[in-house]
Every structure is written in C-alpha cells, then in structure tokens.
C-alpha cells in the first residue's frame, strides 16, 4: 500500500525553479504535520522544512528565503516550491508525515538535479 508519492523532480539549471508535490492518502495526511528532507549521494539525510496540519512552516537554514512548503488539504497534497535552486541541492527529495516527533510514514523521493 503506497501512503506518500512524490513528483516534480527533475533536471533545472542553477538559478532555477522547479515545485515537488506530495500525494497522500487521507489515513496518512489528515491531521498531520509533514516534511520534506533530502539526500545528496553520499551523505546523510537532511531536515529541508516541514507544515503543520494549519499551514505553520519551518525551514532549514539553507534554504530559507529560497524554498516555500504549502499544503492544499482539499488535494491530500503538500508542495515545496524550490527557487533560486543552487548545485548543492542536487539530491533526491522525499516527503515523510511526522507523528509526535517521529517521522513515520515515508515516500519514496523524487530526484532533483541543479547544473551550475
């Protein structure tokens, strides 16, 4: 049973744009605060930004004022919008749903590019 679906990934020039988007089911999305994090080749996984089930945000310091996290709770969807993009945030990009302050539930990730 596949709960999160990422998509949007791509490849983008340095300086561009590009928006991932979460899919959910309503079992895993209804409620719940939800993150995105990232994993360039080798090296570890790391927190990008998460929203509350009310639209509160929070970002990693690299990519505030760049990346924008929203949810659309009509569409069981959490976007990140990724402007601005740079080469170090080449990495594949997952969306996880937080319980308590675990993350528990997890997609599968999508594989953003940035070319300098």
């Known amino acids: 049973q596949v709960l999160l679906v990422e998509s949007g990934g791509g490849f983008v020039q340095a300086g561009g744009s590009l928006r991932l988007s979460c899919a959910a089911s309503?079992?895993?999305?209804?409620?719940?605060?939800m993150g995105w994090f990232r994993q360039a080749p080798g090296k570890e996984r790391e927190f990008v930004g998460n929203?509350?089930?009310?639209?509160?945000?929070d970002y990693a310091d690299s990519v505030k004022g760049r990346f924008t996290i929203s949810r659309d709770n009509a569409k069981l969807t959490v976007y990140l919008q990724m402007n601005n993009l740079k080469p170090e945030d080449t990495a594949d990009y997952y969306c996880?749903?937080?319980?308590?302050?675990?993350?528990?539930?997890w997609g599968r990730g999508t594989q953003v590019s940035v070319s300098s």
């Open positions: 996880a749903r937080r319980s308590g302050f675990v993350y528990d539930y």
């Open positions: 929203i509350t089930w009310s639209g509160t945000t």
């Open positions: 309503g079992r895993t999305y209804n409620g719940y605060t």
